[in-house]
C-alpha cells in the first residue's frame, strides 16, 4: 500500500515556489582506504542551498504512515534531484529558534516518478 498524506503531501498538490521558504544543506559520507591499511568516513556538502518546505508530521499522517516509519518526525518537500539518497542527511537553519536543524533521510520518493517533485520522510536529531 502506498504512503500517502494530506493535502499536498506525497499524492496530487505539487510545489508552489511560495512554499519553499526554508533552505537546506545536503550532507553525505564516503569511507576512504588509508595509506596504513585502516579506512576513514569524511563527510562533505553534496547540494547546498536547496529550496524546500519543511512540515512537522502531525498524529494522523502517522498513523497512515505505520509502524515501519514511526520514528518520523517531519516531510521535506523540494524540486526533483537525482542526488539525495536515504544515505545522505539534511541540515536547515532555522532562523526562529537561532540554530541549525540535523535530520536523518529514512525516505525519499520521487512524487509520481515524474522527475519534478521529491518528498523526505525524515527524523530530526535532538542535540
Known sequence: MPITFGAGG????????GQLIH????????TVDLPNGGQSEIEGVIER??????QPLDATE???IGTLYAEA???IRLHYTPTITVEHR????DPYQDRVRTFDLL?????NERGRELNLLTVERVT
Open 62 to 64: 502517522k498513523v497512515r
Open 90 to 93: 539534511v541540515q536547515i537553519n
Open 49 to 54: 542551498d536547496v529550496p524546500c518546505t519543511l
Open 107 to 111: 525516505m525519499v520518493t520521487n512524487v
Open 73 to 75: 518526525t517531519h516531510q
Open 23 to 30: 533552505r537546506m544543506t545536503v550532507i553525505g559520507s564516503t
Open 10 to 17: 506525497l499524492v496530487g498538490g505539487g510545489l508552489k515556489a
